[in-house]
């Protein structure tokens, strides 16, 4: 094997879905919500008008184009998968919607993440990954649970909380010095003569009704 396979979620990790949809809910709803509201896993039941996250995912994807398109990214995120896909495989594990799928893989074009391998699906731990990078509450149990033989690291977050034989990190730069430590551990070789590549399409599995 070359490299790590670095599975890593998009949401809560690589973009700023809390962002997202706050701004696009100030714009629509006259609303005054901020980011750093965000303390609790599906927060727009607690924030928002919205009874349900049924009526949520119902408002995100109306226009023509969905919350998912226009996510802004959270600093170094992007630079730092590019540093790590020169030696390591950057592969996305990601759930989403079915009618979200396309402007996801549009949105990983645009911003140029490097990655080849894209998966959508409800079940991560099916996934297999040396490392994973992951920030919900309920992935992580999973991923801890069922792939002890990997590193699952806590992307930390005010939505989530330590959970057993899950490492934390609070910054990407965190996370590059942990991969590249746990690399010279395994003596895992390097990619050879592979360079960072703009996302494309990739495999699907059945998208997952929440991020």
């Known amino acids: 094997m070359s490299g790590l396979r670095l599975g890593v979620d998009l949401d809560g990790v ?6 997202g949809w706050i701004t696009r809910y100030n714009r629509d709803f006259g609303a005054d919500l901020h980011p750093s509201m965000v303390t609790t896993w599906n ?8 009874e349900d996250m049924d009526s949520f995912w119902a408002w995100a994807r109306q226009g023509s184009s969905s919350v998912f398109r226009d996510l802004p990214v959270y600093p170094d995120a992007v630079d730092t998968l590019r540093t790590l896909a020169a030696t ?18 549009a949105w990983l074009g645009e911003q140029r993440v490097p990655t080849s391998e894209v998966h959508f699906v409800w079940d991560k731990p099916s996934v297999a990954c040396d490392v994973y990078l992951e920030d ?13 033989e990997s590193v699952v690291c806590r992307m930390v977050q005010p939505w989530n909380a330590p959970v057993g034989g899950v490492r934390d990190v609070a910054s990407w730069q965190e996370f590059a010095t942990l991969v590249e430590a746990l690399a010279r551990q395994t003596g895992t070789p390097a990619r050879q003569g592979q360079a960072a590549q703009p996302a494309g ?3 699907a599995d059945a998208p997952v009704p929440e991020r």
Request: glycine letters at 2%.
């Open 201 to 203: 399409p990739g495999p």
């Open 14 to 19: 690589v973009a700023d879905f809390n962002a």
């Open 88 to 105: 390591h495989r950057v592969v996305v594990v990601s759930s989403k919607h079915e009618w979200a799928i396309s402007d996801t893989l």
């Open 136 to 148: 919900a509450p309920h992935n992580l149990q999973a991923l801890a649970s069922r792939r002890a």
């Open 43 to 50: 927060s727009p039941t607690v924030l928002t008008h919205f």
